[in-house]
């Protein structure tokens, strides 16, 4: 079966570093995606890896170890508008096929 | 390029009523997915479509059903609410299965009473 673990809230202060771990297990692994989700929002693409490494895109970077069954995601230079929920969501066999399976999300708060 | 569409955005049913739930993926897009979203479970997968075929279904009752179209729009449909159907759903499009991200859309939010 799948199972992805994630922490359910984090605080950071505006300016700072945060990391937001993401742990799985997977039958059919095919990719790992981070999604950002504002309250009353949609959830809304941040990152890909399916490679082992460092996805860095401006101020969020994504890393991936497929022998670890981890990831996390980092966020650099927190600003209030980052407040909200982070999936962690991997691409596994479901079936005929796959689907992207999530993490509960994370709730992150920036304050000032 | 306009985005997912879903309608209606909200709505609200009591026990035992059924409901459709309409998603218009973007243009282009070939394949759509449902996911149900609630405070305890997250997202939860609910089924794809590609090409008007059901290709995955996820861990749902059979109350859940759904279809898409010839123009790759699709319906999903509850039968026989329960209490526990309250949540908001969400349709996503992607190019393709199997590969790439998903685009989703501002969902649906179902109460039932």
């Known amino acids: 079966g799948q199972n992805i673990d994630q922490p359910t809230e984090m605080t950071a202060t505006e300016g700072a570093i945060v990391q937001i771990n993401c742990t799985y297990q997977t039958s059919g692994f095919n990719g790992l995606f981070w999604y950002q989700q504002h309250a009353g929002e949609a959830p809304t693409f941040l990152s890909y890896?399916?490679?082992?490494g460092l996805e860095e895109k401006g101020r969020f970077s994504s890393f991936l170890s497929r022998s670890k069954g981890y990831s996390y995601l980092l966020l650099k230079e927190l600003q209030m508008k980052d407040s909200a929920s982070y999936l962690c969501a991997v691409r596994d066999r479901i079936q005929a096929g796959t689907a992207l399976i999530f993490g509960k999300g994370t709730t992150l708060s920036v304050s000032s | 390029k306009a985005g997912v569409t879903q309608t209606p955005r909200y709505l609200i049913k009591t026990r035992g009523q059924q409901v459709t739930l309409s998603c218009s993926p973007i243009?282009?897009?070939?394949?759509v997915s449902w996911y149900q979203q609630t405070p305890g479970q997250g997202l939860q997968f609910l089924f794809e479509y590609f090409s008007e075929t059901q290709r995955n279904k996820g861990n749902f009752p059979g109350r859940f059903s759904g279809r898409q179209f010839s123009n790759s729009r699709s319906e999903m449909n509850v039968s026989t609410l329960e209490l526990g159907d309250s949540a908001l759903y969400l349709c996503?499009?992607?190019?393709?299965?199997?590969?790439?991200?998903?685009?989703f859309g501002e969902g649906s939010r179902l109460t039932v009473l």
């Open positions: 243009s282009g897009h070939r394949s």
């Open positions: 890896n399916v490679l082992d």
């Open positions: 996503a499009s992607s190019l393709d299965v199997d590969t790439g991200e998903l685009f």
